[in-house]
């Protein structure tokens, strides 16, 4: 039987609106077998992930998403890890630079919102997070002030590339995160590869030392899935999936995880055990 596993969500420790208790609540709900939570920057969801899954009788691990900046198509790449030592030397310090570089960034946004003549200030911003700034607590700050009705709204007016409010990415190369994962010990998966760029683009960073792809994502077509699956096949890379789940009033709250069958399921589970 096909098991469901959920290896790409996110908790208020990022940009997502559930804590981890209550994203291990919905897990359950939902059927889930097995849950990562993959905050952005950020590991410090893992103690209420653990504590609320010891009650609930769930299967959960701690990843991480990692969002990376450079030219073309870098600035599109997400890379998630699975199986890391949040304790390895130097990890959580490269964690809390990026997240100092998000607020930077955060600031720059909040700018250029203001010289628009909307009256927002980076407390606004902050006052909606709990660690991991990014564009979405932008956008749920100008939702709280009226300015639009949704993160979708406010990302295509002002927050995607070439609206008056953007700034570029500020974080690490894709060949930096790779590498900052695979030192914690653990697998680095490019997310969501449709807005990473065509396949010279992704053998690239199979270059920089990926080891696996999101290729049973929530927003992938069937060719889609089928076209990933095969080039992660072709370089021997691990194919893992997941929702994106970020909760409620984000535009991503669909039911949280995939259905793995039993090979897919023990491959996944070689790696990050």
């Avoid at 990473?196 to 080891?211: H, V």
Wanted: one cysteine or more; glycine letters at 12%; aromatic letters at 6%.
């Amino acid at each position: 039987m096909p098991k469901r596993v959920e290896l790409h969500c996110h908790s208020v420790f990022s940009d997502g609106t559930l804590t981890p208790a209550e994203l291990v609540a919905r897990a359950v709900k939902n059927g889930v077998e097995l849950l990562t939570l993959t905050d952005h920057d950020s590991v410090s969801g893992g103690p209420e992930l653990f504590a609320a899954a010891r009650e609930a009788g769930l299967d959960v691990r701690l990843g991480i998403e990692i969002n990376c900046a450079g030219e073309g198509a870098a600035d599109r790449v997400h890379m998630l890890g699975y199986g890391i030592d949040t304790a390895s030397p130097g990890f959580a310090d490269r964690l809390s630079e990026f997240r100092e570089r998000r607020a930077v960034r955060s600031q720059r946004i909040v700018d250029n919102l203001r010289a628009l003549g909307i009256a927002i200030d980076f407390a606004d911003v902050r006052a909606g997070a709990h660690e991991t700034l990014g564009r979405p607590h932008v956008a749920d700050a100008l939702r709280r002030l009226g300015v639009v009705k949704s993160r979708k709204e406010a990302f295509e007016r002002f927050l995607i590339k070439g609206k008056p409010g953007y700034v570029e990415s500020m974080g690490p190369s894709p060949a930096e995160a790779i590498a900052l994962i695979r030192d914690a010990g653990g697998t680095a998966c490019l997310a969501h590869p449709q807005t990473a760029g065509k396949e010279g683009e992704l053998d690239a960073l199979f270059r920089d030392g990926l080891q696996g792809i999101e290729v049973l994502y929530s927003g992938h077509t069937p060719s889609q899935i089928r076209t990933y699956g095969d080039w992660a096949r072709t370089k021997g890379l691990l194919a893992v999936g997941g929702s994106d789940f970020h909760g409620p009033n984000t535009g991503r709250e669909e039911r949280l995880g995939i259905e793995y069958d039993d090979a897919a399921y023990g491959a996944v589970m070689e790696r990050i055990d």
